[in-house]
């Protein structure tokens, strides 16, 4: 019984332990911990701009002179009673029409029929030339050398006139100052080129005192402050002269220093005529690293005159490129490259300009020896010149 008493007690003992232990928890504050999801964390990043160089390239051509004799005239008169030019630049017209800019010296004022057309020693030539140099290609023609003023102003205004007509650009002659003031430029593939055009005199033939614009004749300060302004509205000046010694092969002391007088001015491109023959292409490297290309004498394109090395011309070329990085311009050439021409006709007649690697012995016997005397000549002061065959 006793035992029975014992057990009940604790029993009840524990129970009340066990109800105080939860009255003691229910009634207790338990603190509540909000947790929140942090803020991301934001890293600003500097604006990084990426200047990603801009890289244009354009290739300028040139040809020699368009010396249009009486027996050339005349032979271009077709059966319709129109001068007819275009057949003879045929053979050539691929290669003028794939080049960006293409440059001609139209050597005899266009002047037109209305004035007399006449040969050697004071030309005058049909408007037509002008329009099939247009029709193969030609961009720019250069006016000024020796027979700018064989038909006296007349003669230039008429061919001026003309080539106006025809949206032809043209530099080296003029209609008046304000007109001589105006620097003629041609744009390719977003690079700017300036012409410019001297001669070294008019064959005795006087420039009127008050129209000196007529034709540009060499004059150092002259031609620095042309060549200031060219810059100024361009990437490339190219200056063309009517320099040197007739039928002389090899550039004289004087074309050499006024080329070199040229690149000091910041020409960059000399294209060279009067000699109607061929001489060397070279470079002439500037202190800054760039360099000036030159075309000594690019001889006769098209013309009547006699003998193989005046028969012999050809199509120069040199490829510009500009590059524009972090606002700063910079102009390189490179790939200087030539193309022998031959100056066909037989008795006066089918006057015909051809590449001399299409030649053969009937056009021309030996053609391939004086190919070969041609491509070593122009390689005369510098190597790296590529002939073009295609």
Known sequence: MKKLFVLFALSLILTGCANMSTTTLATKSIPVVK?????????????VVIDTPVVTSAKLVAIGDILIHQSVYKDALNDQGVY????????????????????????????????????????????????????????????????????GEQGIMNALNHWDRIGMPYTGAFKSEEDREVIRTVSK?????????????????????????????????????????????????????????????????SQIDLANQLSIMGVDIIIGHHPHVLQPIDWIERSDGSRTFVLYSLGNFLSAQEGLVRLTGGIGGVEVTKTVSSGKTTIELDNPSFMPTYGYYEYWNNFDVIPM???????????????ENTQIHLKSFINDISFMEN
């Not at 030649?359 to 030996?366: K, S, V």
């Open 84 to 151: 007819d030019f275009s057949p003879m630049f045929e053979k050539v017209k691929p290669f003028l029409e794939s080049a960006d800019i293409a440059v001609a010296n139209q050597e005899t004022m266009i002047g037109g029929i209305e004035l007399g057309l006449s040969s050697y020693p004071t030309f005058n030539s049909p408007f037509e030339i002008g329009d099939a140099l247009k029709d193969v290609g030609i961009d720019m023609v250069t006016l000024a050398n020796n027979h700018t003023m064989d038909k």
């Open 189 to 253: 593939n977003g690079i700017d080129f300036a012409f410019l055009s001297y001669s070294y005199g008019t064959n005795g033939l006087p420039v009127p005192d008050d129209k000196p614009y007529l034709i540009n004749l060499i004059d150092l300060s002259l031609i620095a402050e042309d060549i200031e302004k060219a810059k100024g509205l361009s990437d490339v000046v190219v200056v063309s002269m009517h320099w040197g010694n007739e039928y002389e092969e090899m550039p004289n002391q």
């Open 357 to 371: 690697y299409q030649l053969n012995e009937e056009l021309l016997p030996n053609y391939q020896m004086h190919y």
């Open 35 to 47: 947790v929140t999801e942090p803020e991301p964390i934001i890293k600003e990043t500097p604006n």
